[in-house]
């Protein structure tokens, strides 16, 4: 008796069907959230580069060790 194997291609793509769904999902209901929003802008306002974002991020992320 042959076992037959799982396509592994044909489940990859089901899963990656479903994982886009559940990221539009997210994002749609993110773009609902006013908060989140403005949350956004206000870190993003003052950068103009990558560069500035990275700092920023490590800015951010150095504050958040603090809190732990």
């Not at 999902?25 to 773009?31: E, G, L, N, Q």
């Not at 560069?51 to 060790?65: F, S």
């Amino acid at each position: 008796m042959k076992i037959k194997r799982p396509n592994i291609n044909q489940q990859s793509t089901k899963n990656h069907k479903e994982n886009n769904r559940q990221l539009a999902h997210v994002m749609s209901s993110r773009d609902r959230t006013k908060d989140n929003g403005d949350f956004v802008d206000s870190w993003t306002k003052d950068v103009t580069t990558l560069q500035q974002l990275g700092e920023k991020r490590q800015h951010w992320i150095k504050g958040y060790d603090n809190i732990l």
